[in-house]
T-cell receptor, first 114, second 111 residues
Framework: DADVTQTPRNRITKTGKRIMLECSQT?????MYWYRQDPGLGLRLIYY???????NKGEISDGYSVSRQAQAKFSLSLESAIPNQTALYFC?????????????FGPGTRLTVL | EDQVTQSPEALRLQEGESSSLNCSYT??????LFWYRQDPGKGPEFLFT???AGEEKEKERLKATLTKKESFLHITAPKPEDSATYLC????????????FGTGTRLTVIP
């Protein structure tokens, strides 16, 4: 089984709808991240969480919110989706206990907002 | 501001034809430079972390090197299964713990 899972894998929605993307991990890591990937722009950080009670905004947090329900679960919400939020969304995890703090990525969610 | 530039954007190689991918970076204090491989429709897969100039790491046909301004990913005698997009990212000592990514090099290895 994959260490980092994301649901759904694909989602098509309409402008104005509320959307939630979910991420679960079995790696036992304390740190979790949400990135989006757009063609020609590379991956950009949306939000990150160093533990259940620690949530921080990343480079492009406007229009998004997150919830860390447990150490293993981190959800990303789009309260009112708009077309320019069409992108690939990736969840990642890392561990403070490991000096390299290497981030490991999930398989991604392809979101299309019409 | 942290900045990562990867070149070339795309590279086509014949099977067995060795080459290098470049990652130039600007960061205020390097905590680590990371290389990832990404296949179409999948998440980035971790390859290497480099921490200081002069460091080298190898894995099968891949070898990553680091200087104070750039990193190279050398591919020796590539095979078609090495075809993927290779992403470079830096993590600085200041600010958040996030990775700052380049836009990647799309490698195609032709049999």
């Amino acid at each position: 089984d994959a260490d980092v899972t994301q649901t759904p894998r694909n989602r098509i929605t309409k402008t104005g709808k509320r959307i939630m993307l979910e991420c679960s991990q079995t790696k036992g890591h304390d740190r979790m991240y949400w990135y989006r990937q757009d063609p020609g722009l590379g991956l950009r950080l949306i939000y990150y969480s160093f533990d259940v009670k620690d949530i921080n905004k990343g480079e492009i947090s406007d229009g998004y919110s997150v919830s860390r329900q447990a150490q293993a679960k981190f959800s990303l919400s789009l309260e009112s989706a708009i077309p320019n939020q069409t992108a690939l969304y990736f969840c990642a995890t890392s561990s403070k206990a490991v000096s390299t703090d290497t981030q490991y990525f999930g398989p991604g969610t392809r979101l299309t907002v019409l | 501001e942290d900045q990562v530039t990867q070149s070339p954007e795309a590279l086509r190689l014949q099977e067995g034809e060795s080459s290098s991918l470049n990652c130039s970076y600007t960061v205020s204090g390097l905590r680590g430079l990371f290389w990832y491989r990404q296949d179409p429709g999948k998440g980035p897969e971790f390859l290497f972390t480099l921490y200081s100039a002069g460091e080298e790491k190898e894995k099968e046909r891949l070898k990553a090197t680091l200087t104070k301004k750039e990193s190279f990913l050398h591919i020796t005698a590539p095979k078609p299964e090495d075809s993927a997009t290779y992403l470079c990212a830096v993590q600085g000592v200041a600010g958040a713990n996030n990775l700052f990514f380049g836009t990647g090099t799309r490698l195609t290895v032709i049999p």
